[in-house]
């Protein structure tokens, strides 16, 4: 069975953090306990040498994983309901569902995604996360990445280290913007409140592409492009430009009203209680193959409807009016 390889290099921002706490950072794709587990064996080295877990790192060194596969954790596989998008011996795309964690934490061991997906592939025992490559919030809906065996694992991974995977978002933000860009703003842990990310200039370096889709009185339809994966990168960036994303319940502070909103839209703002975001397209190459890959997923209901009555409220008060009287 193929060994796990990774290497990579300490960049200056994590200087002066422990080695195991800099590992968790730079290979985030195994958990703090394995990688803590490897580095005490000597599979995860430090600059060449074997280190200890709280030997502080300089910055520019190389860390180096060279280990046998082993079960992650020990989590009961659990029949939960997937949607595939695709599927063959090598990886699966999942359309997540709002609501569903994609990895367990503390006092969260059952159903996660992590659980249904070894329901789903036992053999996904041995492989990092039980093969989830990249990770969408809870509330975060749409296309989810799954490598089913080491190899395809590190392909994916490396294609993702060289941003060769495109990943593409729809999302609904307050305010009305008047056209595309780029947020380039480097993203770690808040400083105060732990749950929350925050732009800082000690995190690591994010980058959000986005265009409009369409306008509303106050709101704005986005297309959203990752070109880095950091933790909420997408809340955080809109949440920096003022313009958070809708229902967003760490960073979107009040919902904007139009002036004399509709029935319908004053409803739907108040009723959508998660972020209005939903990862809508994948673009790869297959780990084995290397023919491209292009997969979509349609908005889920609760976006299409609040989309539905932005439109609706965005008409003129006379059409608007014209509208009600018919089916």
């Known amino acids: 069975m193929s060994r796990i390889s990774r290497e990579t290099r300490v960049p200056a921002n994590l200087a002066g953090r422990r080695f195991d706490q800099a590992a ?31 030997t502080r790192v300089a910055g520019g060194e190389a860390i180096r994983l060279d280990a046998e596969p082993a079960l992650e954790v020990e989590l009961e596989p659990e029949a939960i309901a997937l949607t595939l998008v695709y599927e063959d011996r090598e990886l699966l795309v999942i359309d997540k569902p709002a609501g569903l964690v994609v990895h367990p934490g503390a006092g969260n061991r059952s ?9 789903h592939d036992p053999a996904l025992g041995i492989v990092p996360r039980a093969g989830i490559v990249h990770r969408l919030d809870k509330d975060t809906t749409g296309l989810l990445l799954i490598a089913r065996t080491l190899p395809a694992h590190q392909a994916l991974v490396a294609q993702l280290e060289r941003r060769e995977i495109r990943r593409v978002y729809r999302g609904v933000c307050q305010g009305v913007l008047t056209g595309g860009g780029t947020v380039e703003a480097p993203i770690g842990r808040h400083p105060r409140n732990r749950v929350r990310m925050a732009v800082s200039e000690r995190g690591r370096e994010a980058v959000t592409r986005y265009r409009v889709v369409e306008r509303f009185r106050a709101q704005t339809q986005l297309e959203l492009t990752l070109e880095t994966g950091r933790t909420h990168q997408i809340r955080v960036h809109m949440a920096h430009l003022r313009h958070p994303l809708v229902g967003d319940p760490l ?9 004399a909103p509709s029935a319908g839209l004053s409803e739907a703002l108040k009723d ?7 990862a809508v397209r994948l673009e790869l190459e297959h780990p084995l193959s290397g023919r491209p890959l292009e997969l979509e997923s349609a908005l889920p209901d609760d976006m299409s409807s609040l989309l539905e009555a932005l439109r609706a409220d965005a008409m003129p008060p006379v059409e608007r009016s014209a509208g009600a009287g018919h089916d």
């Not at 960073?251 to 002036?259: D, F, I, M, T, V």
Request: charged content about 25%; cysteine-free.
């Open 251 to 259: 960073y979107g502070g009040r919902p904007r009203w139009p002036k």
């Open 272 to 278: 959508f209680r998660r972020q209005a975001l939903h």
């Open 24 to 54: 968790a950072e730079l290979i985030p794709e195994f958990s703090r306990s394995l990688l803590k587990t490897w580095i005490e064996s000597g599979e995860l080295t430090l600059a060449g040498r074997q280190a200890k877990p709280k």
């Open 111 to 119: 159903g996660t995604l992590q659980n249904a997906l070894l329901a």
